[in-house]
């Protein structure tokens, strides 16, 4: 088995700034810059054989390259149960049409479709327990959060490997739009 998701690689020239942000959260994993990312659909764990047919699927994706830009910061969860902290993603229709063609793919691919809605972000961070108020203090710190239009003009398929420092990202298969 091997966990695969797809994906848009957040610049250096983006996710670098990022890294002024990452603190002032006790305990939080922060991802390192070359790790962050916009998923498009994660795929969970699969069989050699399916990664192979999505490889397939997802090459046939066109649609020509846009602009997106990094907007306003959240988090995943409540009270001490909160996970994560973002940075958003500003609307895009490219965006969610590419989300959407991902989606299409991995159903062609045979995996089952995704039960949530898409809701583009950059992970910054994983927590755990975490004190509430810290968060809501971080969460207004850096709601202004706003990176300068980049453009997106490939996205790629990646592998996730769990160490003992957090999930490490392979780039198996990209994409160009």
Excluded at 71 to 79: H, L, N, R, T, Y
Excluded at 140 to 157: K, Y
Aim: proline share 6%.
């Amino acid at each position: 088995m091997i966990r695969l998701f797809a994906a848009i690689a957040v610049p250096e020239d983006i996710g670098q700034p990022l890294t002024s942000r990452m603190r002032g959260l006790d305990g939080a994993r922060w991802r390192p810059v070359e790790a962050l990312h916009i998923t498009l659909r994660f795929f969970g764990d699969v069989q050699p054989r399916v990664a192979e047919d999505l490889d397939i699927e997802l090459a046939t994706i066109a649609r020509p390259a846009f602009g997106l830009e990094l907007d306003g910061v959240g988090a995943f969860g409540e009270g001490r149960d909160i996970h994560a902290v973002w940075a958003g993603v500003a609307r895009s229709e490219p965006l969610n049409s590419l989300a959407g063609k991902c989606e299409a793919a991995a159903r062609r691919a045979g995996l089952k479709g995704e039960g949530r809605a898409y809701r583009p972000h950059v992970t910054m961070a994983y927590l755990r327990r975490p004190d509430p108020v810290a968060v809501a203090a971080w969460l207004e710190a850096n709601s202004l959060l706003r990176s300068p239009l980049f453009a997106v003009d490939r996205f790629g398929l990646y592998s996730s490997h769990q160490t003992s420092e957090g999930s490490r990202y392979v780039l198996e298969a990209e994409y160009r739009l």
